[in-house]
């Protein structure tokens, strides 16, 4: 028996299982260039910062304009609250229920776990579905520390979860409160060590890579800031991007100083339009009360 007939009685017999799954290349053709999305990131809201209204009444603004602006849902990435400050939390949630839409939190290390669960939402590492994105969303935050941390167990739920987006083939954001990406002066310098979970999460990121279109974070307050060389050699790899705060921002000047990695000239408070198209990451800077100055796209691998 040849090798080219075995072939063939292997792939009648692929066929005969697949059923009416679409397993015709131009489906698969088409079912990428669908692949749109729309939303926005927030992050660091710090109610209660330095004991002043200022923050709340910040957050009330950015509501409204959330309110205004085009997106199906918005995620924030942590540190709701300054310094755990209980009595915040309430006045956070009335001016989120002014936006109309659905937003998805994680804790950051200002986000005690209890508190943020009590008042927030149970079960702090979720899955948030919107049609073919799925997005992993995963406390990574101590409140006695400024790196990220993940456990044996979080590393184990979400190398099942990256399993099962790739059955479902579904494409995933996870978002972390603190970075992943190794980084030190003239950046912030926290991330997740590799003994405290770094290591294996960037095995799970590189096995499943085609699914992974980017790592999502807050916590430096420096603006948009990103690098994009965790991937293959010429291919587009998977991102990692920190988000502004939407109550403040420095200018580290990171550019200048030749900081691996890219950071948007835009440091006014604000949050990030995010849109999904071509195989296109566009990230569009809002300042609070402004209009949007600073883009980056972000050529994608998966989709
Ligand atoms: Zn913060």
Same mark, same amino acid.
């Given at each position: 028996?040849?090798?080219? #007939? !075995?072939?063939?009685?292997?792939?009648? /017999?692929?066929?005969?299982? %697949?059923? #009416?799954?679409?397993?015709?290349?131009?489906? *698969? %053709?088409?079912?990428?260039? !669908?692949?749109?999305?729309?939303? &926005?990131? &927030? !992050?660091?809201?710090? *109610?209660?910062?330095?004991?002043?209204?200022?923050?709340?009444?910040?957050?009330?603004?950015?509501?409204?304009?959330?309110? @205004?602006?085009?997106? @199906?849902?918005?995620?924030?990435?942590?540190?709701?609250?300054?310094?755990?400050?209980?009595?915040?939390?309430?006045?956070?949630?009335?001016?989120?229920?002014?936006?109309?839409?659905? +937003?998805?939190?994680?804790?950051?290390?200002?986000?005690?776990?209890?508190?943020?669960?009590?008042?927030? +939402?149970?079960? +702090?590492?979720?899955? +948030?579905?919107?049609?073919?994105?799925?997005?992993?969303?995963?406390?990574?935050?101590? #409140?006695?520390?400024?790196?990220?941390?993940?456990?044996?167990? =979080?590393?184990?739920?979400?190398?099942?979860?990256?399993?099962?987006?790739? !059955?479902?083939?579904?494409?995933?954001?996870?978002?972390?409160?603190?970075?992943?990406?190794?980084?030190?002066?003239?950046?912030?310098?926290?991330? &997740?060590?590799? =003994?405290?979970?770094? #290591?294996?999460?960037?095995?799970? $990121?590189?096995?499943?890579?085609? =699914?992974?279109?980017?790592?999502?974070?807050?916590?430096?307050?420096?603006?948009?800031?990103?690098?994009?060389?965790?991937?293959?050699?010429?291919?587009?790899?998977?991102?990692?991007?920190?988000?502004?705060?939407?109550?403040?921002?420095?200018?580290?000047?990171?550019?200048?100083? @030749?900081?691996?990695?890219?950071?948007?000239?835009?440091?006014?408070?604000?949050?990030?339009?995010?849109?999904?198209?071509?195989?296109?990451?566009?990230?569009?800077?809002?300042?609070?009360?402004?209009? $949007?100055?600073?883009?980056? /796209?972000?050529?994608?691998?998966?989709?």
């Amino acid at each position: 028996m040849t090798n080219t #007939t !075995s072939r063939r009685l292997f792939l009648s /017999a692929a066929a005969a299982t %697949a059923g #009416t799954v679409l397993v015709h290349p131009q489906a *698969l %053709a088409a079912d990428d260039s !669908s692949r749109q999305a729309k939303f &926005i990131v &927030i !992050s660091d809201t710090h *109610l209660g910062h330095k004991d002043q209204p200022t923050a709340e009444a910040q957050w009330k603004q950015t509501a409204a304009e959330l309110a @205004k602006a085009e997106g @199906k849902f918005v995620l924030h990435l942590g540190d709701v609250v300054d310094g755990g400050r209980e009595s915040q939390y309430p006045l956070y949630r009335a001016a989120r229920e002014t936006i109309g839409k659905e +937003v998805h939190e994680i804790p950051g290390n200002h986000d005690p776990q209890p508190l943020f669960e009590k008042h927030l +939402v149970r079960g +702090v590492d979720r899955v +948030v579905e919107d049609d073919w994105l799925r997005v992993l969303l995963m406390n990574n935050s101590r #409140t006695d520390s400024h790196d990220g941390f993940l456990s044996g167990r =979080q590393l184990d739920w979400l190398g099942e979860q990256l399993s099962a987006a790739a !059955s479902d083939r579904k494409l995933v954001l996870l978002a972390m409160h603190v970075p992943a990406h190794t980084n030190r002066h003239p950046d912030r310098g926290w991330h &997740i060590q590799p =003994q405290e979970g770094q #290591t294996r999460l960037y095995e799970l $990121v590189d096995k499943h890579r085609q =699914q992974i279109i980017a790592l999502l974070h807050g916590h430096f307050h420096n603006g948009i800031r990103g690098w994009s060389d965790r991937g293959q050699a010429g291919k587009a790899p998977v991102h990692e991007i920190v988000f502004p705060s939407a109550l403040y921002n420095e200018n580290r000047k990171l550019t200048e100083q @030749k900081a691996p990695g890219y950071n948007l000239s835009e440091f006014r408070p604000g949050y990030t339009l995010i849109e999904i198209r071509d195989r296109t990451m566009t990230l569009r800077y809002k300042p609070l009360g402004g209009e $949007v100055t600073a883009e980056k /796209a972000l050529e994608l691998a998966a989709t």
